[in-house]
């Protein structure tokens, strides 16, 4: 099993301008009842995991025709999920999506007042 790397600035700054990004953040829903809208609900879940050496295609065709792509999408980011196919990306566009995800998604702390 390899290690993945960090995503570099580049691949950060690219995923912020992602389509995909942004209908996943347009699409986040509170409740989990996406799920059963899913195309993936027809299709074996091994599908959507295929072995590194393997190419994830099949998957990410059904999810480029899914209604739910995008709210499957922001419930890989919030979950931290790298793994397998998760709203029509891969596990590496994934940790780039992460990185921005998490920046756009936290309150930066308030500065401390100056005497």
């Known amino acids: 099993m390899t290690r993945a790397r960090m995503p570099r ?3 950060v700054a690219a995923a912020c301008r ?9 699409d986040r829903l509170g409740d989990l009842a996406w799920r059963a809208q899913g195309r993936c609900q027809t299709v074996d879940p091994e599908t959507f995991f295929p072995a590194p050496s393997e190419p994830a ?30 709203g029509g990306t891969t596990p590496r566009e994934r940790r780039a999506m992460l990185v921005a995800w998490r920046s756009e998604n936290t309150t930066p702390e308030p500065a401390p007042a100056v005497p």
Do not use: I, K, T
């Not at 992602?18 to 347009?26: G, S, V």
């Open 9 to 11: 600035p580049h691949e």
């Open 18 to 26: 992602d389509p995909r990004l942004l209908r996943a953040r347009r």
């Open 57 to 86: 295609d099949v998957a990410l065709a059904l999810c480029r025709s899914c209604d739910v792509q995008g709210a499957c999408l922001a419930w890989a980011l919030d979950q931290g999920d790298c793994n397998g196919v998760w």
